[in-house]
């Protein structure tokens, strides 16, 4: 499995963006979906997680109610919109496959690049 994340920029604190992340699987939609962020220094954190169906989802409790998984099984696709943007937020944002819906990295097995979001206050 190949992922691949887009979307990240440079936005002032307030503001919004929406991270795309395009899988290159046959088997999308086996795959439970998750992303975390990670800060300069700092461990890579889980923010948001979906499950195969997209009927589940679950959010780390600073960003519940400003971000919003979702997932495209028709296009291989799982999306992050994040709004109400804190310079907390800042990181690279990785999207990440796993067989079962963590919230650890290691629960994970395939990740994206990563795409660097820069909230500006």
């Known amino acids: 499995v190949q992922l691949v994340e887009s979307g990240g920029g440079l936005v002032q604190a307030g503001g919004s963006l929406r991270l795309s992340c395009a899988a290159s699987?046959?088997?999308?939609?086996?795959?439970?979906m998750g992303w975390f962020r990670q800060a300069p220094g700092k461990e890579r954190d889980f923010v948001a997680a979906i499950n195969w169906s997209g009927g589940s989802t679950y959010y780390e409790e600073s960003v519940k109610g400003r971000f919003t998984i979702s997932r495209d099984n028709r296009r291989d696709m799982v999306y992050l919109e994040m709004g109400r943007l804190k310079p907390e937020d800042t990181g690279v944002y990785y999207c990440?496959?796993?067989?079962?819906?963590?919230?650890?990295?290691?629960?994970?097995?395939?990740w994206g690049q990563g795409t660097q979001v820069t909230v500006s206050s």
């Open positions: 699987t046959q088997t999308f939609s086996s795959y439970d």
């Open positions: 990440a496959a796993s067989t079962g819906m963590g919230v650890t990295p290691r629960e994970y097995d395939y």
